[in-house]
């Protein structure tokens, strides 16, 4: 069985797998990160999103043997070690942008890359486009759509502090 | 489909780590029996409703897409899945009936050969001719059709299903996700691999989202424990999405016409309903309960209607088996009420509260015997 040897989440692993293992497997059966989830096998739900060498890429469309020497990071890897949230954590926390939480994980980790490809900032509209690849069976995205537009503020340093949710 | 050629002389069999390969004529050969529905309506005329066969595996045809053909044991999950793309069976198309009323037009072709017509019942309730007497003297009538189309549960956890036996007792043990456990030992144990019960121990413990999905006796639990007993290992299944979306019992499908008596001071007069509902490729354990006795016996709502009147036909189709989900038939009654009474507001140029406010069955009438409530 090929050997695949990268970084996850700051740490280098280096991972027996089959040829045909997704990401998605190698980082839930076989690192037990299981905060990426699936929602489909058909590539078009995006609760599987991560981060690979910084671009976000639905982890069950993607070989695990492509992922040598990559960097990747997951939803477990993006809060700091003193446990604070990452901005955009933190926004779908403030603005309630989520409800069972199961497309969570691929929304923030597709939202970071949307943002940070984005400086010039992004627009209502661009934001829902942006998260075409995106699924989610509960919210109705409108508060999604709202802590993306808050969280990229910060993410931007246009604020140090995420504007506050209305009550 | 027709089965042309089984899955039986499949070269599956001999792929790296198969253990085994079985079919539904290996089940059938064995005695094994299908899988029954465990709640029966009466026809209009007091005959039974046509409950045709459901084997655990397809047999020679398949009827709907996710009808299981084989079953496929191996070491690892992913020598099994290599390996089930080898099993090979040849088929033939049929034609296939994806809607309830191609399903029932004269020389529509059979789901079942047993069942004419693709009818598996018609059946009524209430008191049509004082339905047809207050809606001679209706001041309006509002209309309303409804497709209340069917949904697929997609639990965030797929069914599984772990067999086991102990040869030294004869004893088997199923772990599954069902909301039901008790129910499936019945089923499984008398209707299906007839073994006694107290051979049997089921056990539910994480069950993960049902509403209803994971209520049914489905045909993975039964050929799990069964291929355990054979096999003398543990067998387990686990469902992808993909068979999420194909197998698990979706819910409603129905289309609905119903009418609406009114006095000129918006008072409910008579309300009629015909429903066709979609009991899909097989019954399913307790399909045929849900459009008469969990919608329709509804159909009063909060209303104080004198006269109700609602028919329904259960159509085989070729989609999956429909079955209850979340509510069961209450949601179909509660939209369809709702709707309707909104358009008959809408049409009277009523307030939708108003209307409401002048049919509410009043609080010192309860209990109030309603028309479509069972006594
Ligand atoms: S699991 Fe649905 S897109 Fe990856
Ligand atoms: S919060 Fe439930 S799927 Fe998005």
Known sequence: MPKVSLTVNGKPVSVEVENRTLLVEMLREQLRLTGTHVGCDTSQCGACVVHVNGASVKSCTILAVQCEGTEVLTIEGLAAPDGTLHPMQEAFREYHALQCGFCTPGMVMSAIDLVQRNPQGLSDREIREGLEGNLCRCTGYHNIVRAIAAAQVVMHGKASELPRAAE | ?375
């Open chain 2, 1 to 375: 489909m027709r089965m042309r050629k089984s899955a039986a002389s499949t070269p599956a069999r001999s792929a790296p780590g198969v253990i085994a390969v079985f079919t539904g004529a290996d089940m059938a050969a064995e005695k094994i029996g299908v899988l029954p529905c465990s709640w029966q309506v009466k026809n209009k005329d007091g005959t039974p409703i046509a409950e045709p066969p459901h084997p655990v595996l397809a047999i020679s045809k398949v009827r709907h897409v996710g009808d299981p053909v084989a079953v496929l044991v191996a070491e690892t999950k992913p020598q099994a899945r290599d390996a089930a793309e080898r099993i090979a069976s040849e088929w033939e198309v049929l034609p296939a009936l994806a809607s309830m009323e191609a399903a029932l037009d004269a020389g529509a072709p059979l789901v079942h050969d047993e069942v004419p017509g693709n009818l598996c019942y018609d059946w009524h309730l209430g008191d049509e001719g004082a339905v047809d007497a207050a809606f001679a003297k209706a001041c309006k009538v509002a209309r309303l059709e409804l497709f209340n189309n069917p949904l697929i549960p997609n639990a965030m956890e797929p069914r599984c299903a772990v067999g086991d036996y102990d040869a030294a007792t004869g004893d088997y043990t199923l772990w599954t996700t069902s909301q039901n456990p008790h129910v499936i030992r019945l089923l499984k144990g008398a209707f299906v691999l007839n073994v006694p019960e107290h051979t049997l121990c089921v056990f539910a413990a994480d069950v993960g989202g049902g509403f209803g999905s994971k209520i049914y006796h489905n045909a993975e639990e039964a050929i799990v424990t069964w291929a355990a007993g054979k096999l003398k290992r543990p067998v387990k299944w686990t469902a992808d999405r993909t068979e999420s979306f194909r197998s698990d019992m979706p819910g409603r499908d129905h289309v609905t016409q119903a009418k609406l008596a009114l006095d000129d001071q918006g008072r409910f007069l008579a309300l009629r309903v015909r429903t066709l509902a979609n009991m899909g490729a097989y019954l399913s354990s307790f399909a045929p309960c849900v459009p008469p006795y969990l919608s329709a016996t509804l159909l009063a709502g909060v209303y104080t209607t004198p006269a109700i009147y609602a028919e329904l036909k259960a159509v085989f189709t070729n989609t999956g088996p429909v079955d209850a989900y979340r509510g069961a038939g209450r949601p179909e009654a509660t939209l369809l009420l709702k709707r309707l009474v909104d358009i008959a507001a809408h049409e009277m140029g009523m307030d939708r509260v108003e209307i409401r406010r002048r049919n509410f069955i009043p609080k010192d009438a309860c209990p109030y015997q309603t028309p479509a409530a069972l006594q």
